[in-house]
């Protein structure tokens, strides 16, 4: 390779998306959602310097691929493309043909990662054919032979992540061979579930364009938030909070909030006060601030920015998060119920 020539980075993404009977509820706004996540990835892709390129698949019982590669400056909107339809769910073909497709690529020049995204309100029923099998093996098993041989070959720089409805899929997903930290559970059953199941992926995926950016071209964990960024980001683009207007309280046992604040003399429980440390997934409203803690100093850093520096540019609705390891900062989000469970072994943010 010659000496002078830039080796730029590309993302290939592809969105895997159900089109099953069972997403007719949600097809409107689905079409909308997905379009405000490939105007992300734009955005994201255009501040980096990116060269990010889409393909975009729906499935029932047939899988289609909807869009090929494309420049996400290019994209059209899903209006026209998605459409629900009456089949049941070939949930492994739809995430082998995707994969399949990807490897055509060439990756001589440039710096290239790939990333498949697969989002389904059930589980497999349908593969190899036009009629449901619901889970006879006969038909199921040479399947479920190819997708776990699929995934646990894949390269370094792919990842392979899904989002499904309950926590029996995901012990399903797992089982498939999806990492456990690149699976996420929606709500499947409501308008608000599709709009937080695509924020979701879109902290995601502004996650994943970051860490390319610190050399990480693929993780098992893309579902977490706050192992992209560095004490620098913070600092630069957040603002600090003077040491004397909080408090950081240590956790030693499971205990509900109010109670936990109580039994410290030194500060007093106000609704809206409190912080706790993010650790697990939990649901993060669109009107919760979000505060960056430096681990060495304790110095705690917020503003109006916090929120699109951890979870990724105009994410305004509910996102499902957990915590990355960031050996540097610690995230904390604000809560306004005095029943909130804080879990042992973390910390309290208490603003006074």
């Known amino acids: 390779m010659s000496a002078n020539r830039i080796q730029h980075k590309v993302n290939h993404v592809a969105l895997v998306v159900d089109c099953s009977g069972s997403m007719r509820q949600h097809q409107n706004q689905l079409i909308r959602v997905v379009d405000e996540f490939v105007a992300g990835l734009k955005a994201e892709s255009d501040s980096l310097g990116h060269e990010t390129r889409i393909s975009l698949y729906a499935f029932d019982h047939k899988v289609e691929n909807l869009v090929w590669d494309m420049d996400v400056k290019h994209l059209p909107s899903m209006r026209g493309l998605y459409k629900v339809k009456n089949g049941a769910t070939a949930l492994i073909e739809a995430s082998l043909k995707s994969l399949d497709d990807l490897g055509h690529i060439w990756e001589e020049y440039g710096e290239h990662s790939f990333l498949q995204i697969v989002v389904t309100d059930g589980e497999e029923n349908a593969s190899g054919g036009d009629r449901r099998h619901d889970g006879d093996m006969a038909v199921l098993g040479p399947w479920l032979d190819r997708i776990t041989a699929r995934m646990g070959s894949l390269p370094d720089h792919w990842t392979s992540a899904i ?143 916090a929120r699109s520096l951890l979870f990724g540019t105009g994410i305004r609705g509910t996102v499902s998060v957990k915590a990355g390891h960031n050996p540097d900062l610690e995230v904390y989000v604000q809560s306004r119920s005095v029943n909130r469970k804080l879990k042992a072994k973390t910390r309290l943010l208490v603003m006074v």
């Open 163 to 305: 989002l499904v409805p309950n926590s029996l899929a995901k012990r399903t997903a797992q089982n498939y061979g999806f990492p456990a930290g690149n699976i996420a559970i929606w709500d499947a059953d409501s308008q608000e579930g599709v709009k937080e199941a695509i924020g979701t992926v879109r902290a995601a995926a502004t996650s994943f364009l970051r860490g390319r950016e610190k050399g990480v071209r693929g993780t098992k964990n893309l579902f977490a938030v706050g192992q992209d960024i560095s004490v620098d980001d913070v600092r630069a683009n957040l603002e600090p909070i003077a040491a004397d207007k909080y408090r950081l309280l240590e956790v030693d046992t499971d205990t509900a909030v109010r109670l936990f604040v109580d039994s410290h003399p030194d500060v007093t429980y106000e609704r809206g006060s409190c912080y706790y440390q993010l650790g697990t997934r939990v649901q993060v409203q669109p009107d919760k601030e979000v505060i960056v803690v430096e681990k060495n100093t304790d110095r705690a850093y917020t503003g109006d920015a």
